[in-house]
DNA sequence: GGAATATCGTTTCAGTCGCAACGATTGTCA
DNA sequence: TGACAATCGTTGCGACTGAAACGATATTCC
């Protein structure tokens, strides 16, 4: 009986978003409680460790995050001295960001530990499951490619998939 | 080589979340784009079809919203006229939350719609994999179930996966 | 009964967000 | 060359958010 109700904890947008969120929320407190980062700061300083020199509009197109919260981001972390912005060498239009020695240091005191934390979360699936959350997962992402009315894939991410 | 630096794509809460907010932005558009409700009031509503007459108490522990996000959704509901608070029975300071006809009609409106792209996604896995899917992020909450930092699971979600 | 405590829903407050518009710079093309 | 369009990063604005404090009601315990 009952089986035409909607049942919200079984419904799958809202399970991956309370799933995401917990995790996320678990992360955060590595970044955040002993270095007060906050989200869009912890993903641009790890993207800025991968790729050096960039600019805002790459890194809005690289790690899931508004233009304006790349931008606001950047500024904040500039005011803690984790990153430097320097004008473009040829194109004026744009800005150079870099990590700062501090902001290395602060990337070394945090990665450690988040990947520790990952770490203990894929202990609990084998070598094997853990390819396939991975593999089903993308499953889910190939449906919203086809979906005109999803957003698109960041740039790096679909990169990811293709290697 | 690099395989020493911090991958971001491949980091799993920013999978998650990345996913986790793909699909959210796409459900979004059923439940904002004709009926302009937003993310905490389409979950209010849907909690109040299932369980009549609750308060916002409750529904803060059953559908994963802070309190005060509760207590705005139901008051932009109210003004809406797609809920109805009523002061508690015996105990006054509870208040008693319920689905006005328009509400029913606007979530009869709208749950075909998001079952729909649920089921557009789900058509891209076999009934195995989406039992294989949802074990597996089972087995991720357990983890987390498990540390004290983490943030503790909300009771509706939990009787889900007890039955 | 009555003071102290707990719980309920709301509100305050500071901070953040996304959209749109902006000035500044570069590219295009007649 | 010079006007127009495109792109860059930033900011104004309205809206939303979470933590903490609040008044109101209930409960507990002496």
Redesign the pocket.
């Known amino acids: 009986m009952a089986s035409d109700v909607f049942n919200l904890s079984e419904f799958l947008p809202y399970r991956l978003a309370v799933l995401s969120e917990r995790i996320s929320k678990r992360i955060s407190l590595v970044y955040g409680e002993k270095y007060g980062l ?3 700061e912890w993903r641009v300083i790890v993207h800025l460790s991968r790729c050096h020199r ?5 890194i ?1 197109n690289c790690v899931n ?12 972390l500039e005011a803690a001295g984790l990153v430097v ?1 320097e004008a ?1 060498a ?8 870099s990590l700062t020695k501090a902001g290395w240091k602060v990337l070394d005191g945090i990665v450690p530990e988040a990947l520790a934390v990952e770490a203990r979360l894929l202990g609990r699936l084998s070598e094997a499951e853990q390819e396939t959350l991975v593999a089903l997962m993308e499953r889910l992402h190939g449906e919203l490619d086809e979906d005109p009315k999803a957003v698109p894939r960041s740039r790096m991410d679909l990169a990811q998939v293709e290697t």
Chains 1, 2 share one sequence.
């Open positions: 906050s989200l869009p960039v600019s805002v509009r790459e809005h995050l508004e233009k304006p919260r790349v931008s606001r981001a950047v500024s904040r912005k473009g040829e194109d004026h239009r744009l800005v150079e960001i």
